[in-house]
């Protein structure tokens, strides 16, 4: 899209600085807001772009080349936004999602629990309700962009009696709550995604809560677990294939650096190696794209086990793909050009943080489980 490409100057231009403070984008938010980007996955019929899991992925793709940590944040609120598109009831709905498509919120994820990580189909903290109003009172130790969203979805156990797996997913905006941050982000990597934990405390409506036939793991199943291992896998790819180009770029100039010989086969070889490993992943990505935009347009089921086996496979493989390509890159540029302070080196961090990120262990035991019911074995 033309719009991103617009705001990738912005977002390379202020990286190094957000890598470095370490602080969130907020330039790169700003300009995300102004070009109705923040609308993508808002339907048209509420002034929004009416995107599909496609235009996420090329999107993300895109802003990754500027900054990994903008475009990761702007994949997650884009993974809100597309939960309350579907699922938000019709007053909530109405009231949300215009003001999304304007780029007036900023939403971001609340879904890590002490103890439990990031796991999506469960939640500890009961949801209570007093008098018709929902009392909410959550910790969450790791937040993408908490401390300056203009509001949460926040996941729940249903109340205090309720299992860990049932779970409610209550909008709330930033000015009805308590918002304590409870400490710092100063990571290895995407520094600038500003995770910070939080304690959120406050009182509801009690229509906050989003609605499906079948509760909360088709929310999560066909909305949240699809566009969030998409757009987290884009930004990615977006990011290894950026390193790869101005690896490119570099070499060609009169001032490429003295230890990589372009007339040599080995350097060759391990340039071959590198787009390898983006041409794997690019292509996974984009077929589990297609994949899921085909069963979302045509009233499918992306929970059904194949599905969701390649879901959770494009967020392992391009977790794994986009490091080795930069980790290849940065042993053929060398000591004294891919192991100084730089965009390689950045992203080098960056990406490692990929098969950390709702970790890849815990996906590919239920990949493995998941594997164990599909004896026609369902290849993308």
């Given at each position: 899209?033309?719009a991103?490409?617009?705001?990738?100057?912005?977002?390379?231009?202020?990286?190094?600085?957000?890598?470095?403070?370490p602080?969130?984008?907020?330039?790169?938010?700003?300009?995300?807001?102004?070009?109705?980007?923040?609308?993508?996955?808002?339907?048209e019929?509420?002034?929004?772009?009416g995107?599909?899991?496609?235009?996420?992925?090329?999107?993300?793709?895109?802003?990754a080349?500027?900054?990994?940590?903008s475009?990761?944040?702007?994949?997650?609120?884009?993974?809100?936004?597309?939960?309350?598109?579907?699922?938000?009831?019709?007053?909530?709905?109405?009231?949300?999602?215009?003001r999304?498509?304007?780029?007036?919120?900023?939403?971001?994820?609340?879904?890590?629990?002490?103890?439990?990580?990031?796991?999506?189909?469960?939640?500890?903290?009961?949801?209570?309700?007093?008098?018709?109003?929902?009392?909410?009172?959550?910790y969450?130790?790791?937040v993408t962009?908490?401390?300056?969203?203009?509001?949460?979805?926040?996941?729940?156990?249903?109340?205090?009696?309720?299992?860990?797996?049932?779970?409610?997913?209550?909008?709330?905006?930033?000015h009805?709550?308590?918002v304590?941050?409870?400490?710092?982000?100063?990571t290895?990597?995407?520094?600038?995604?500003?995770?910070?934990?939080?304690?959120?405390?406050?009182?509801?409506?009690a229509?906050?809560?989003?609605?499906?036939?079948?509760?909360?793991?088709?929310?999560a199943?066909r909305?949240?677990?699809p566009v969030?291992h998409?757009?987290?896998?884009?930004?990615?790819?977006?990011?290894?294939?950026?390193?790869?180009?101005?690896?490119?770029?570099?070499?060609?100039?009169?001032?490429?650096?003295?230890?990589?010989?372009?007339?040599?086969?080995?350097v060759?070889?391990?340039?071959?190696?590198?787009?390898?490993?983006?041409?794997?992943?690019s292509?996974?990505?984009?077929?589990?794209?297609e994949?899921?935009?085909?069963?979302?347009?045509?009233?499918?089921?992306?929970?059904?086990?194949?599905?969701?086996?390649h879901?959770?496979?494009?967020?392992?493989?391009?977790?794994?793909l986009?490091?080795?390509?930069?980790?290849?890159?940065?042993?053929?540029?060398?000591?004294?050009?891919?192991?100084?302070?730089?965009?390689l080196?950045?992203?080098?961090?960056?990406?490692?943080?990929?098969?950390?990120?709702?970790?890849d262990?815990?996906?590919?035991?239920?990949?493995?489980?998941?594997?164990?019911?599909?004896?026609?074995?369902s290849?993308?």
């Amino acid at each position: 899209m033309a719009a991103a490409e617009e705001v990738v100057p912005l977002l390379a231009r202020h990286a190094a600085e957000v890598d470095a403070e370490p602080r969130f984008p907020t330039e790169a938010l700003a300009a995300l807001r102004a070009t109705g980007l923040m609308g993508l996955m808002v339907p048209e019929e509420h002034g929004g772009l009416g995107g599909t899991v496609l235009d996420l992925v090329d999107v993300a793709e895109r802003l990754a080349a500027g900054c990994t940590s903008s475009a990761l944040a702007w994949a997650m609120h884009c993974q809100q936004v597309d939960a309350i598109a579907h699922y938000a009831p019709q007053r909530l709905a109405s009231e949300l999602l215009p003001r999304l498509a304007a780029g007036e919120l900023y939403l971001a994820s609340v879904t890590t629990e002490e103890d439990k990580g990031g796991h999506l189909l469960t939640s500890r903290a009961p949801l209570r309700e007093r008098e018709g109003v929902l009392v909410l009172d959550r910790y969450a130790p790791v937040v993408t962009g908490g401390r300056h969203a203009d509001g949460f979805l926040i996941t729940m156990r249903a109340d205090e009696t309720a299992l860990e797996r049932d779970v409610r997913a209550v909008f709330a905006y930033r000015h009805e709550l308590d918002v304590e941050v409870d400490g710092d982000w100063d990571t290895l990597g995407m520094r600038g995604t500003d995770s910070v934990p939080l304690r959120l405390r406050g009182e509801l409506r009690a229509d906050r809560v989003l609605v499906a036939d079948g509760g909360w793991s088709e929310i999560a199943l066909r909305s949240l677990i699809p566009v969030g291992h998409l757009g987290w896998a884009a930004t990615w790819l977006g990011a290894a294939r950026a390193a790869l180009s101005d690896f490119l770029g570099a070499v060609r100039s009169p001032r490429r650096p003295r230890s990589v010989d372009v007339t040599s086969p080995l350097v060759a070889e391990r340039i071959a190696r590198v787009r390898t490993c983006l041409e794997l992943a690019s292509a996974y990505l984009h077929r589990a794209a297609e994949e899921v935009a085909e069963l979302r347009s045509g009233g499918g089921r992306p929970e059904a086990a194949p599905t969701q086996i390649h879901l959770n496979t494009v967020k392992v493989a391009v977790a794994e793909l986009a490091f080795e390509a930069v980790n290849r890159l940065v042993l053929l540029v060398g000591l004294g050009g891919g192991y100084r302070r730089g965009a390689l080196e950045r992203r080098f961090r960056d990406l490692r943080s990929a098969s950390l990120n709702n970790a890849d262990d815990r996906l590919l035991v239920a990949t493995g489980t998941l594997a164990l019911a599909d004896r026609k074995v369902s290849l993308l």
